[in-house]
């Protein structure tokens, strides 16, 4: 009866956040993560630099004990890197099992999507971010870049960035 129970508690978990998005900025674009994946939002922590990983993984953190991994998310998108501020922010992530932080320039809200209101991504090309991008919401008169998290990191960047945690 109890795992019946636990069943139903993390289905009506997972129903509460279907369709609801993290959005952050990075400069003038709005990106989206599904809300499932975040586990928290922190100011910026002293990090830790790591040598021989690729530019964007910035280092580590110890976050209450545990080391997670922290990627600049303009230097992935190969955007132009700015100086932090008290703006910018890191998204923790969960992903296969492993933690990993989100440098952002900031977070704006949390947004629920409906289904009709995201588009699929072009079938072509437009450079090699197009890869990251699961859909494309629209709220209002605006577009959110909604990002498929588990598309974000490589397989063999995961091997990286899972042996340092």
């Not at 009866?1 to 369709?19: C, F, P, R, V």
């Not at 809300?35 to 580590?60: H, L, Q, S």
């Not at 969960?94 to 409906?114: N, P, Q, T």
């Amino acid at each position: 009866m109890s795992s019946l129970l636990n069943e139903l508690i993390a289905q009506d978990d997972e129903d509460t956040q279907k369709g609801k998005f993290l959005t952050f900025q990075l400069g003038e674009e709005v990106f989206g993560i599904e809300i499932k994946f975040v586990t928290e939002i922190i100011g910026m922590y002293p990090i830790t630099f790591i040598p021989e990983v690729p530019a964007y993984v910035k280092g580590i953190i110890n976050l209450r004990g545990k080391i997670i991994p922290v990627i600049d998310m303009r230097l992935k998108f190969k955007k132009e890197p700015i100086e932090y501020d008290d703006r910018t922010c890191i998204v923790v992530i969960d992903m296969f099992e492993i933690s990993i932080g989100l440098i952002v320039d900031c977070v704006a809200e949390v947004l629920k999507i409906s289904d009709e209101n995201i588009a699929p991504p072009p079938n072509y090309r437009i450079g090699k971010n197009n890869k990251y991008i699961r859909g494309i919401g629209k709220v209002g008169e605006n577009i959110k870049l909604l990002l498929d998290c588990e598309k974000i990191i490589s397989e063999n960047e995961f091997e990286t960035i899972a042996n340092i945690s």
